[in-house]
């Protein structure tokens, strides 16, 4: 059995010292970054299998566009060329429902990667600020974002040659207009991320939690005719899009973003329900 004193020789008094060792000094520990927890979040989910979570999606929404891309060879009443139309029905179906439903069971899947075996608890045990945990959860969600969105671009691109050579005709637009309407998507997608990050927090339950996250989808796009659309952030992302559809045909739809009420509401939306998720994040854990 370890004794809990040290015995030290004096070299002065020549004569053996006897010292505690809680008044020896102890080692300081600094909590860890925002920067350096976003690291370690990456690090456990470099094996799961989030990223085929992303490409599945994004490729199973291209590749019926390309093999059936004749139906866009059909003049309607809009006068839009084949190669615009066939990019902007594809991304409808990613912006209306692919994007959301993807980052409500990816918000799951990195909430439950601390529930499993005891995670949370042992984090709680470190020198870690549990609202700089959660914001790199969340800053985790943008980046699978981006990465979804990437994976659609590419998936475009190899669905719209694929149609090209198969009814031979151009469909591939440039890359600076598709990458722009991308990115605009992407930033419409962050405030919905932030409430699906909410929602995964405030409800612990797996399918409750999906389940309300996917409920919430459905009526996007009715909200979107109403005056209360800048409310609803699962919205966003379908109303950029149909922005740049208006770009094509001024008849279907305004072309202008109303940035405002839409910026300072969706400003506001993001940092509420980040606000509310760092306070509510591993309250559990904590009673």
């Given at each position: 059995?370890?004794?809990?004193?040290?015995?030290?020789?004096?070299?002065?008094?020549?004569?053996?010292?006897?010292?505690?060792?809680?008044?020896?000094?102890?080692?300081?520990?600094?909590?860890?970054?925002?920067?350096?927890?976003?690291?370690?979040?990456?690090?456990?989910?470099?094996?799961?299998?989030?990223?085929?979570?992303?490409?599945?999606?994004?490729?199973?929404?291209?590749?019926?566009?390309?093999?059936?891309?004749?139906?866009?060879?059909?003049?309607?009443?809009?006068?839009?060329?084949?190669?615009?139309?066939?990019?902007?029905?594809?991304?409808?179906?990613?912006?209306?429902?692919?994007?959301?439903?993807?980052?409500?069971?990816?918000?799951?899947?990195?909430?439950?990667?601390?529930?499993?075996?005891r995670g949370l608890l042992k984090c709680l045990s470190l020198p870690v600020?549990?609202?700089?945990?959660?914001?790199?959860?969340?800053?985790?969600?943008?980046?699978?974002?981006?990465?979804?969105?990437?994976?659609?671009?590419?998936s475009y691109y190899g669905a719209a040659a694929l149609a090209s050579r198969?009814?031979?005709?151009?469909?591939?637009?440039?890359?600076?207009?598709?990458?722009?309407?991308?990115?605009?998507?992407?930033?419409?997608?962050?405030?919905?991320?932030?409430?699906?990050?909410?929602?995964?927090?405030?409800?612990?339950?797996?399918?409750?939690?999906?389940?309300?996250?996917?409920?919430?989808?459905?009526?996007?796009?009715?909200?979107?005719?109403?005056?209360?659309?800048?409310?609803?952030?699962?919205?966003?992302?379908?109303?950029?899009?149909?922005?740049?559809?208006?770009?094509?045909a001024p008849e279907v739809y305004d072309a202008n973003v109303q940035l405002?009420?839409?910026?300072?509401?969706?400003?506001?939306?993001?940092?509420?329900?980040?606000?509310?998720?760092?306070?509510?994040?591993?309250?559990?854990?904590?009673?």
């Amino acid at each position: 059995m370890k004794s809990n004193l040290t015995i030290p020789y004096s070299s002065q008094t020549g004569s053996m010292e006897i010292a505690s060792r809680a008044d020896c000094p102890k080692r300081q520990f600094s909590p860890l970054g925002l920067l350096s927890l976003f690291g370690v979040e990456l690090l456990k989910i470099r094996r799961s299998k989030i990223f085929w979570i992303l490409l599945i999606p994004a490729v199973m929404m291209w590749l019926p566009s390309a093999l059936n891309a004749d139906v866009n060879f059909v003049i309607d009443a809009y006068d839009i060329s084949p190669d615009y139309n066939f990019f902007i029905q594809g991304y409808m179906g990613m912006a209306w429902f692919m994007l959301p439903a993807t980052l409500v069971i990816c918000n799951v899947l990195l909430h439950q990667t601390e529930s499993a075996h005891r995670g949370l608890l042992k984090c709680l045990s470190l020198p870690v600020s549990t609202a700089k945990m959660c914001l790199a959860k969340f800053l985790v969600t943008v980046l699978l974002t981006a990465v979804q969105l990437f994976f659609s671009i590419a998936s475009y691109y190899g669905a719209a040659a694929l149609a090209s050579r198969l009814y031979k005709y151009d469909f591939l637009l440039p890359p600076a207009y598709v990458c722009r309407s991308a990115a605009l998507i992407y930033l419409a997608a962050l405030p919905m991320a932030a409430v699906f990050w909410m929602v995964s927090v405030l409800i612990r339950t797996p399918v409750f939690s999906v389940g309300l996250g996917l409920a919430s989808i459905v009526p996007s796009v009715l909200m979107l005719n109403t005056k209360f659309w800048c409310w609803y952030p699962m919205d966003y992302p379908f109303y950029m899009l149909m922005t740049e559809y208006g770009r094509i045909a001024p008849e279907v739809y305004d072309a202008n973003v109303q940035l405002f009420p839409l910026l300072p509401v969706s400003i506001g939306v993001t940092l509420l329900c980040l606000a509310i998720a760092c306070l509510r994040y591993s309250h559990e854990e904590k009673l």
